[in-house]
């Protein structure tokens, strides 16, 4: 049986109904953003002590970056598509080189599907599960992400495989969209990536994010740290940096695109 606080467990159509959180509360903005300078000054410092070489560069998308199409096992009402989002999409790749590395692409993601929280400080992101049995992180567990700023809400496991986790947003979550880690073999390398689509969860959260660009980076900054602490689990040594590639995608785009 499924366990989970602040409402009944799932069991399909037949089942007791999801608990529906709605949007965040006038009270939970507030506090949002007085904790977003705090945010800012804990990321920027940790972005100025980096030597780590970032490469990034940023180009405009299409529909073929859009996320992969939900589940249907894991789509209810309290899933956040991308099309209840605002604004313009952005699809991003961070990814690493690791050479020598003491782990595989399959105990590398078993890892961090043991424990999410070890990739990144606690300073970046803490994940705390809030629905789903203790152990690894498996389809369907819900945890809530606690970040710098505004980037606090939950998520679902939306699928897990030897060498992927991929979680979705859940309504009450200030973005839209899907992020996936995975691993594999190349070269005689281990590669490590984060891939992430999402766009801003409502109108406030888009003048954050795409508007003023300050919470992109605290974004960009977390996901940062997680592929490094993600290198770091795996032992062995970083070749060339970071590499993060953006791909901005129009809100038309988006508003098409029901089933992600």
Known sequence: ?????????????????????????????????????????????????????????????????????LPSAFVDELTK??????????????????????????????????????????TVAVFHKTRGEEGPARPGDEYRVQMPGPWDGPVRVLHRDPVTIRLGTLRGHLEAGQIQFAAHEAGGELRFEVEAWSRAGDWWADLLYSRLRVAKEIQFNMWVHVALGAAAIAGGRLRGGVTIETRSIPPAFCEAARHC
């Open 1 to 69: 049986m499924r366990l989970g606080a602040g409402g009944p467990v799932r069991n399909g159509s037949d089942g007791p109904p999801a608990r529906l959180p709605g949007k965040p509360s006038l009270r939970r903005r507030i506090g949002t953003l007085l904790r977003f300078p705090v945010g800012v000054l804990l990321v920027s410092w940790e972005y100025m002590w980096r030597v780590t070489a970032l490469h990034r560069s940023e180009v405009e998308g299409d529909a073929d970056d859009l996320p992969p199409p």
């Open 81 to 122: 598509r991308l099309v209840d989002g605002v604004g313009p999409m952005f699809h991003r790749r961070f990814s690493v080189r690791i050479h020598g590395a003491w782990l595989g692409p399959e105990a590398l993601i078993g890892a961090m599907a043991a424990d999410l929280n070890r990739p990144a400080p606690s």
